[in-house]
């Protein structure tokens, strides 16, 4: 077996009320039992938390340095991605901590060239217990997944349980070959979260643009869903609300359509449709079933305020402000 890639792994910041979660998440890329090249701590314009995060990380080897670029996480991720000297360009969510052999998960599938992403598992740690918003099959399985738990930013029921070729890598817990960017740019930043704005997309584009760019070339390329590099993503108390669930559907929505704006309603839509039809439905039977009225509620108006949302997003004008960023080497 060849040996593995070197990798850059990235933390995105911006907020002081993370502080423990940061430095759980830093911490357990450093426990891990492959070292990576370098470990970057992107601050988003943020200078008390930078020069925290430089007296707590600084002396560990890691590099922290500030966003330069458009606040957000998009931009955060760009000012990393201009700086990492890695192969490969990890990146971990500010809260969320990586499992033992999570890194090593990530790189081995790196081995096949025809693989430019690889992304893993996000297990959500609930404030209290899974919560009626956000419903699943087996609520007592900490490990278990529910149809809507991509509203937190975690694994959701519908996705591959074994490794697998997948559309779009899941933020949190994803990592892409450094080519990728060079080939077809970084981030859309008019698309990137700011603060708890919820509006996102971002890696869905990223992923399909750099597939298209690249079978464009006469490439194969492939992104896969490794189980194996799982991490644990906190879920803090506002996001199992229902208030949170619809917010967070309706900035889905939107982001969907900006994404078909750029790439194409058939690529930005094709995981969506068999989620839409098969997924979806069965957890609402099997809420129903059980007599949990709120949960079977909280699937419907979640897809309903979803799909309102892509048809707002669709209108025109709605979003105009969308540009993706230029390939350094588009012709690579």
Same mark, same amino acid.
């Given at each position: 077996m060849s040996a593995l890639p070197t990798a850059t792994v990235v933390v995105c910041v911006y907020t002081e009320k993370r502080w423990f979660d940061i430095k759980a998440a830093v911490d357990s890329v450093l426990d891990q039992d492959v070292t990576p090249l370098e470990t970057i701590v992107v601050v988003d314009h943020?200078?008390?938390?930078?020069?925290?995060a430089e007296r707590e990380f600084g002396p560990l080897g890691v590099v922290v340095v500030a966003n330069d670029k458009k606040q957000g996480l998009s931009g955060a991720r760009n000012t990393a991605v201009e700086l990492a000297s890695g192969e490969v360009v990890v990146f971990l969510d500010d809260d969320a901590a990586a499992r033992p052999g999570w890194l090593h998960?990530?790189?081995?599938?790196?081995?096949?060239?025809?693989?430019? %992403?690889? %992304?893993?598992?996000?297990?959500?740690?609930?404030? %209290?217990?899974?919560?009626?918003?956000?419903?699943?099959?087996?609520?007592?399985?900490?490990n278990a997944t529910?149809?809507?738990?991509?509203?937190?930013?975690?694994?959701?029921?519908?996705?591959?349980?074994?490794?697998?070729?997948?559309?779009?890598?899941?933020?949190?817990?994803?990592?892409?070959?450094?080519?990728?960017?060079?080939r077809v740019g970084g981030f859309a930043e008019d698309m990137g979260r700011i603060g708890?704005?919820?509006l996102g997309c971002e890696e869905t584009e990223l992923c399909i643009r750099a597939r298209q760019a690249y079978v464009a070339d006469g490439w194969n390329p492939?992104?896969?869903?490794?189980?194996?590099?799982?991490?644990?993503?906190?879920v803090s108390d506002d996001r199992v609300s229902w208030r949170y669930l619809l917010r967070r559907g309706w900035a889905e929505g939107?982001?969907?359509?900006?994404?078909?704006k750029v790439v194409g309603t058939g690529d930005s839509l094709s995981t969506e449709s068999s989620y839409t039809m098969k997924v979806l439905p069965a957890g609402v039977i099997r809420e129903a079933k059980?007599?949990?009225?709120?949960?079977?509620?909280?699937?419907?108006?979640?897809? %309903?305020?979803?799909?309102?949302?892509?048809?707002?997003?669709?209108?025109?004008?709605?979003?105009?402000?969308?540009r993706l960023p230029a390939g350094r080497n588009t012709g690579a």
């Open positions: 943020n200078e008390r938390l930078r020069e925290r998960a990530l790189l081995a599938p790196y081995e096949d060239p025809d693989v430019i %992403g690889v %992304g893993g598992v996000a297990h959500p740690k609930w404030p %209290g217990g899974r919560p009626r918003t956000l419903p699943g099959a087996a609520p007592g399985d900490p529910g149809e809507l738990d991509w509203v937190v930013g975690c694994t959701y029921t519908g996705q591959p349980t074994e490794r697998a070729e997948m559309r779009n890598l899941m933020g949190c817990n994803m990592s892409l070959r450094a080519e990728v960017f060079t708890k704005n919820p492939r992104i896969l869903f490794e189980p194996r590099a799982a991490v644990d993503h906190r939107i982001s969907k359509a900006a994404v078909s059980e007599r949990n009225a709120a949960s079977a509620a909280a699937i419907v108006a979640c897809f %309903g305020v979803t799909a309102a949302g892509y048809v707002r997003g669709r209108l025109p004008g709605a979003t105009a402000h969308v």
